[in-house]
């Protein structure tokens, strides 16, 4: 096993002989679904989120209930709640998102992989009880995949999924209206297969309100046809869109028309559905991994753009390599990365978070100052190894407070919609100390 600096070696023998981590905090709420990584896929937007002065977390317990967990924050008494709905657990797509609104309603989207929309919100601000389900628009809801809820800074929402299959999907954008307490239909179909291929995307809203996404197009069911890593911003909620350079899209956006700020060829283990931040200036970030040429060894990489050109730059040097193919889920050595950029000026700093076999399926925490050559730092941060596990965090806690929570739990995956045998683990908080 190869160590990619001298601190994360240290890091990972010190687990080994002393069993604890100096790097975080687990706060442990109770036993989760484990047999596959339905309650730990990165596309989970959010697994746990703040408003007021709670934290909320969701996630399927053994008998495949959603349950929902809320705690004041900086505090481990957590008072949970299973509510009355369920989900297709043996399927690792059918993920939950929650998010709170600007009055502190709890919204929560469930259960999806191509099939009609699973909806409701809470009863009353900051409470655990939830309503009945109910329709956002009505229109094109039949056929969900992948919803999403971001807030914006106004406190309104953004929810955002895919209708139609993997290889064949259309992208829909949603806004709820805080004080109407209404959503409207922004888009029917931003990014659009044209029936030939679907986009896979990752999204984020900066402190001004601009919403950052980039994509990757996919050809078929089969994740090695994953191709291109493309780019768009809206300043008007999601109602116009341009690329990097300022140059308006129609929309639709499609193949032809996307601006690729890196060309990636089929082939090439590059993942889909990772991660994009942006700092305080709204300059955006990107995290994922790919082969750079056939003969190399999958890394994980960060884009971002600097004096008019987009930078590729890796984050370490893997050596443990793995071969990216097939449908439906896949059980694989290292997990989609979270990016996440804090501070400003000369102390501005990117962090990469990610779980990785080559150190033992522990989560790695990467971190450089952002300047002409980035120099990363990798530690262990995890209490003990997480399996299939990939980052989630706390974004609304971020965003207030600069402190990253990510949702842990130790999870299996099978190849495709297979699950392991690997009995309910302890769902917990882990609160990274001094990212």
């Given at each position: 096993m190869i160590r990619w600096t001298l601190s994360l070696f240290f890091s990972f023998f010190f687990l080994l002989s002393f069993g604890q981590n100096k790097e975080s905090h687990l706060s442990e709420i109770g036993p989760g679904w484990s047999a596959n990584s339905v309650n730990a896929p990165i596309f989970r937007k959010n697994s746990l989120v703040s408003a007021g002065r709670y934290q909320f977390v969701a996630y399927y317990d053994s008998l495949a209930r959603v349950v929902l967990a809320r705690r004041i924050i900086g505090s481990d008494r957590w008072t949970l709640a299973p509510t009355p709905y369920t989900g297709k657990v043996t399927d690792a797509h059918n993920s939950i998102s929650i998010m709170a609104?600007?009055?502190?309603?709890?919204?929560?989207?469930?259960?999806?992989h191509n099939n009609p929309l699973r909806y409701c919100r809470s009863l009353s601000p900051y409470s655990l009880e939830m309503g009945s389900m109910e329709?956002?628009?009505?229109?094109?809801?039949?056929?969900?995949?992948?919803?999403?809820?971001?807030?914006?800074?106004?406190?309104?929402?953004?929810?955002?999924?895919?209708?139609?299959?993997?290889?064949?999907?259309?992208?829909?954008?949603?806004?709820?209206?805080?004080?109407?307490?209404?959503?409207?239909?922004?888009?029917?179909?931003?990014?659009?297969?044209?029936?030939?291929?679907?986009?896979?995307?990752?999204?984020?809203?900066?402190?001004?309100?601009?919403?950052?996404?980039?994509?990757?197009?996919?050809?078929?069911?089969?994740?090695?046809?994953?191709?291109?890593?493309?780019?768009?911003?809206?300043?008007?909620?999601?109602?116009?869109?341009?690329?990097?350079?300022?140059?308006?899209?129609?929309?639709?956006?499609?193949?032809?028309?996307?601006?690729?700020?890196?060309?990636?060829?089929?082939?090439?283990?590059?993942?889909?559905q990772t991660s994009i931040c942006a700092d305080r200036d709204g300059n955006p970030y990107i995290a994922t991994y790919f082969r750079d040429h056939p003969d190399a060894c999958t890394q994980v990489y960060v884009l971002f753009r600097q004096q008019g050109e987009w930078r590729t730059e890796p984050v370490g040097n893997r050596t443990l390599d793995f071969d990216l193919g097939g449908t439906g889920s896949r059980s694989i050595p290292l997990s989609r990365p979270q990016v996440i950029c804090s501070g400003k000026g000369r102390?501005?700093?990117?962090?990469?978070?990610?779980?990785?076999?080559?150190?033992?399926?522990?989560?790695?925490?990467?971190?450089?100052?952002?300047?002409?050559?980035?120099?990363?730092?990798?530690?262990?941060?995890?209490?003990?190894?997480?399996?299939?596990?990939?980052?989630?965090?706390?974004?609304?806690?971020?965003r207030k407070k600069n402190k990253v929570h990510l949702y842990f739990q130790n999870v299996g995956q099978g190849q495709g919609e297979t699950t392991v045998a690997l009995v309910a683990q302890t769902v917990g908080v882990l609160e990274v100390i001094k990212p």
């Amino acid at each position: 096993m190869i160590r990619w600096t001298l601190s994360l070696f240290f890091s990972f023998f010190f687990l080994l002989s002393f069993g604890q981590n100096k790097e975080s905090h687990l706060s442990e709420i109770g036993p989760g679904w484990s047999a596959n990584s339905v309650n730990a896929p990165i596309f989970r937007k959010n697994s746990l989120v703040s408003a007021g002065r709670y934290q909320f977390v969701a996630y399927y317990d053994s008998l495949a209930r959603v349950v929902l967990a809320r705690r004041i924050i900086g505090s481990d008494r957590w008072t949970l709640a299973p509510t009355p709905y369920t989900g297709k657990v043996t399927d690792a797509h059918n993920s939950i998102s929650i998010m709170a609104d600007g009055d502190g309603y709890l919204h929560m989207s469930w259960d999806h992989h191509n099939n009609p929309l699973r909806y409701c919100r809470s009863l009353s601000p900051y409470s655990l009880e939830m309503g009945s389900m109910e329709p956002m628009t009505g229109n094109w809801e039949e056929h969900v995949s992948y919803p999403e809820f971001y807030r914006f800074p106004n406190d309104d929402l953004l929810f955002v999924y895919r209708d139609g299959g993997s290889g064949n999907g259309n992208m829909i954008l949603n806004r709820y209206h805080t004080e109407s307490r209404k959503w409207e239909r922004l888009h029917d179909n931003l990014l659009d297969g044209e029936g030939k291929r679907n986009a896979y995307w990752q999204l984020c809203i900066d402190l001004k309100g601009c919403i950052h996404l980039s994509w990757v197009w996919r050809e078929t069911p089969d994740v090695r046809t994953n191709h291109d890593l493309c780019y768009a911003r809206s300043f008007d909620v999601g109602l116009t869109w341009q690329n990097s350079r300022g140059q308006a899209y129609d929309v639709p956006i499609t193949q032809s028309t996307a601006e690729v700020i890196r060309h990636i060829p089929q082939g090439s283990n590059l993942i889909n559905q990772t991660s994009i931040c942006a700092d305080r200036d709204g300059n955006p970030y990107i995290a994922t991994y790919f082969r750079d040429h056939p003969d190399a060894c999958t890394q994980v990489y960060v884009l971002f753009r600097q004096q008019g050109e987009w930078r590729t730059e890796p984050v370490g040097n893997r050596t443990l390599d793995f071969d990216l193919g097939g449908t439906g889920s896949r059980s694989i050595p290292l997990s989609r990365p979270q990016v996440i950029c804090s501070g400003k000026g000369r102390k501005k700093k990117l962090h990469v978070v990610f779980r990785d076999e080559e150190v033992g399926d522990h989560i790695v925490l990467a971190t450089a100052f952002l300047s002409d050559s980035l120099q990363w730092k990798h530690r262990i941060i995890s209490p003990r190894p997480v399996g299939r596990w990939e980052p989630s965090y706390d974004t609304e806690l971020f965003r207030k407070k600069n402190k990253v929570h990510l949702y842990f739990q130790n999870v299996g995956q099978g190849q495709g919609e297979t699950t392991v045998a690997l009995v309910a683990q302890t769902v917990g908080v882990l609160e990274v100390i001094k990212p």
